[in-house]
Nanobody, 116 residues
Framework: QVQLVESGGGLVQAGGSLRLSCAAS????????MGWYRQAPGKQRELVAS???????DYADSVKGRFTVSRDNAKNTVYLQMNSLKPEDTAVYSC??????????WGQGTQVTVSS
């Protein structure tokens, strides 16, 4: 019943910026956290950034200082502002939602490609 829909992915040159958005809909009870995962071909899936209902944020070391995650609780929407993009940021980025403490959901993902 829960659906996550991402938008904002695309192709950008190194040093550029992109802003990803994810809107959650459906039966959303007791949202606990939202964020963004990414996975590049042949690499492990990685939690890039997250934000709790209380607005506590966390980032992977590789994106600290460049990415900013934010959340609009009223609209059940999470954003990822990506600045100073590098080719190694190229991956499929998936929106993540946690309900209660154990129920996790992911969107279908959006491709981000950073060229040299």
């Amino acid at each position: 019943q829960v659906q996550l829909v991402e938008s904002g992915g695309g192709l950008v040159q190194a040093g550029g910026s992109l802003r990803l958005s994810c809107a959650a809909s459906g039966r959303i009870f007791s949202p606990n956290a939202m964020g963004w995962y990414r996975q590049a071909p042949g690499k492990q899936r990685e939690l890039v950034a997250s934000v709790t209902t209380g607005s506590v944020t966390d980032y992977a070391d590789s994106v600290k200082g460049r990415f900013t995650v934010s959340r609009d609780n009223a609209k059940n929407t999470v954003y990822l502002q990506m600045n100073s993009l590098k080719p190694e940021d190229t991956a499929v980025y998936s929106c993540w939602l946690r309900l209660w403490t154990t129920d996790n959901y992911w969107g279908q993902g959006t491709q981000v490609t950073v060229s040299s």
